[in-house]
């Protein structure tokens, strides 16, 4: 690897689609990409010599105000490297879609459910999409700004 | 009776009481408990019934897995709203006569989390007798709940049973 940072090396390998890195406050590598090549960046981040074969994380920031709202954000770390990468991409509120990364690891599919759970963003690909937390028949998206704080939807009806 | 006669009934090997009295005096000490246990209150539960502090002093000491075998409903922890139709259930299955008791803040009252998934204190699905608040309580703060459910078990009204207890 002749590139010195992870940026460099995304950005040679991935030249329109890496948008820029981000100031973390603890100093970790975070670089935001196009939500267009999540699915192929991810792939080269995964396999050899990168290696960050483990997705802790992923979950969504509600932005409102901003333009596009959503963030997406998922957490990589490399037990090979003992490294930890942060990628962060964008997502408009009219088209709240991305493609789903349960093809590549397999603990993508409760993350991408929660967040589908508690956001509404639609995960193109994966194989069930349901809400996790929440019941069936839940309205809206809960940790959206614009979900009203004393909205309440009992399931059964609830003595006042 | 004569006066003569009343002094030769044996003294001591009989008391009097009322019907009501003995049986509330009977149910106060034979309280099966079962623990609807959720959340970080369950450690303080388990405190309370284990050998430290020791329920089984006050005659609490059976946990029933089954609320059909059990007479006290601990509600320990949070109460979500997805939550709410398991808890009225197991209520609803148990027999009478049933005591509810809401064991930690968020049983009572929501706690800290009053948002879109939590139900505000149990008392919006099911009656309850005693409120334990505390977060978690103390183990002593729990005997002084079940000694409060004992003392009303004690003074139930006699009509109790006939007396619609869901509103």
């Known amino acids: 690897m002749e590139e010195k940072t992870i940026l460099e090396r995304l950005r040679r390998e991935f030249p329109a689609e890496v948008e820029g890195a981000a100031a973390s406050p603890l100093g970790e590598d975070v670089v935001i990409i196009g939500k267009g090549a999540l699915l192929p960046v991810m792939a080269y981040l995964k396999a050899k010599p990168e290696d960050y074969a483990m997705l802790l994380d992923l979950?969504?920031?509600?932005?409102?105000?901003?333009?596009?709202?959503?963030?997406?954000?998922?957490?990589?770390?490399?037990?090979?490297?003992?490294?930890?990468?942060?990628?962060?991409?964008?997502?408009?509120?009219?088209?709240?879609?991305?493609?789903?990364?349960?093809?590549?690891?397999?603990?993508?599919?409760?993350?991408?459910?929660?967040?589908?759970?508690?956001?509404?963003?639609?995960?193109?690909?994966?194989?069930?999409?349901?809400?996790?937390?929440?019941?069936?028949?839940?309205?809206?998206?809960?940790?959206?700004?614009?979900?009203?704080?004393?909205?309440?939807?009992?399931?059964?009806?609830?003595?006042? | 009776m004569s006066e003569d006669k009343r002094k030769r009934l044996p003294a001591g090997q009989f008391i009097t009481t009322q019907f009501n009295s003995l049986l509330g005096w009977a149910r106060k000490f034979s309280l099966f408990h079962y623990p609807f246990v959720t959340a970080c209150c369950g450690m303080e539960y388990m405190s309370a019934a284990c050998a430290h502090y020791d329920i089984d002093r006050f005659g609490a000491g059976w946990t029933r897995f089954s609320p059909r075998q059990s007479d006290m409903l601990l509600v320990v922890g949070t109460i979500t709203q997805?939550?709410?139709?398991?808890?009225?259930?197991?209520?609803?299955?148990?027999?009478?006569?049933?005591?509810?008791?809401?064991?930690?803040?968020?049983?009572?009252?929501?706690?800290?989390?009053?948002?879109?998934?939590?139900?505000?204190?149990?008392?919006?699905?099911?009656?309850?007798?005693?409120?334990?608040?505390?977060?978690?309580?103390?183990?002593?703060?729990?005997?002084?709940?079940?000694?409060?459910?004992?003392?009303?078990?004690?003074?139930?009204?006699?009509?109790?049973?006939?007396?619609?207890r869901r509103s």
């Open chain 2, 82 to 164: 997805k939550e709410a139709p398991v808890l009225r259930t197991v209520y609803e299955q148990m027999t009478e006569p049933k005591w509810v008791v809401a064991f930690g803040t968020c049983a009572v009252s929501g706690g800290i989390y009053d948002n879109y998934a939590v139900v505000q204190g149990i008392d919006q699905i099911i009656p309850v007798d005693v409120y334990i608040p505390g977060c978690p309580p103390r183990p002593e703060t729990v005997l002084d709940g079940l000694l409060k459910l004992q003392e009303k078990i004690q003074h139930q009204e006699p009509d109790w049973r006939w007396k619609k």
């Open chain 1, 59 to 160: 979950t969504c920031v509600d932005l409102r105000g901003e333009e596009p709202r959503f963030e997406m954000v998922y957490h990589l770390f490399s037990l090979t490297h003992n490294r930890r990468l942060r990628i962060k991409t964008r997502l408009p509120e009219e088209e709240l879609r991305i493609a789903s990364l349960t093809s590549l690891w397999k603990n993508a599919n409760w993350l991408e459910r929660e967040v589908y759970d508690l956001f509404g963003v639609h995960f193109e690909g994966h194989p069930d999409l349901r809400r996790l937390f929440m019941y069936d028949g839940f309205e809206g998206y809960p940790l959206r700004k614009d979900y009203p704080l004393r909205r309440r939807q009992p399931l059964i009806r609830l003595k006042d």
